[in-house]
């Protein structure tokens, strides 16, 4: 059984015992390929040295938060894009937009998602899109950028179904996580409903853990545990849904 994180920030943890215990915990529980987003330029080192120490496992996508599209952005993104001439990576991420904490520099993450769609075409790479509480202006963007080359990851879906299907029908994944196992969350509803051909597993570690470790650090060994509840809800295997899941995962990063 292969299980695939599409979207792990492992990379945090950098004392080397502990890391090398993070990273055997992964692959007693099958979760041998990570995808590692980037958030700023200072986390491009992490990453790097993550994918040099695992090379057969862990995998780099380089891009701008939109949580870190402040003052500097532009001097961010120029470092990345930089960055992205040198370096072997297979997707763009994680971008889009968050107006969770801030909405102060909403037009500057407007533009800076455009950029780095713009990237991504032009190297013929993925999207993997952070969105929180803005659904309408990250859709509206995707709807204007929509092309044969735009497709990708709706990482952390936690809409609607109808948002799902708008997602979808764009020829993106969803990105499913923790929050699938909270008991009132009401994502598991939604889940339910969409086919396995449609998703992708991911921790977002060492954010929104999942049950039965809600309230510790996340980590990407406890995907074992989104994914069984993922074939819960679908009625099936967690072989299948392991299967299945990691198929989309090479669909989408070519790897």
Not at 36 to 60: E, K, W
Not at 132 to 144: P, Q, S, T
Not at 212 to 218: A, D, L, Q, S, V
């Amino acid at each position: 059984m292969v299980l695939t994180d599409t979207h792990t920030h492992q990379y945090y943890e950098t004392d080397p015992v502990k890391k090398a215990g993070l990273m055997q915990r992964c692959l007693e529980n099958g979760i041998s390929r990570l995808f590692l987003p980037n958030v700023d330029s200072s986390s491009i080192a992490l990453i790097n040295d993550m994918v040099a120490t695992y090379p057969q496992n862990c995998f780099a996508m380089l891009g701008l938060h939109p949580c870190d599209v402040k003052e500097h952005w532009q001097q961010e993104l120029d470092t990345i894009y930089a960055a992205l001439q040198q370096t072997k990576v297979y997707a763009i991420g994680e971008i889009g937009i968050d107006l969770y904490w801030d909405k102060t520099f909403i037009a500057e993450q407007q533009i800076a998602f455009k950029q780095q769609i713009a990237w991504a075409k032009a190297a013929n790479l993925p999207i993997v899109i952070h969105c929180r509480e803005a659904f309408d202006e990250v859709y509206e963007i995707l709807l204007e950028e929509h092309d044969e080359k735009l497709r990708g990851i709706f990482h952390c879906f936690s809409g609607t179904l109808e948002q799902a299907q708008k997602i979808i029908d764009l020829g993106f994944f969803l990105g499913i996580g923790g929050v699938v196992t909270y008991k009132n969350a009401g994502l598991d509803k939604i889940v339910q409903q969409i086919d396995l051909k449609h998703l992708v597993l991911e921790t977002d570690s060492p954010y929104l853990t999942p049950v039965p470790y809600r309230g510790k650090p996340n980590e990407s060994s406890y995907l074992i545990h989104v994914a069984q509840k993922m074939a819960d809800l679908h009625q099936t295997s967690i072989e299948e849904v392991a299967a299945i899941t990691t198929q989309n995962s090479k669909v989408i990063f070519g790897v």
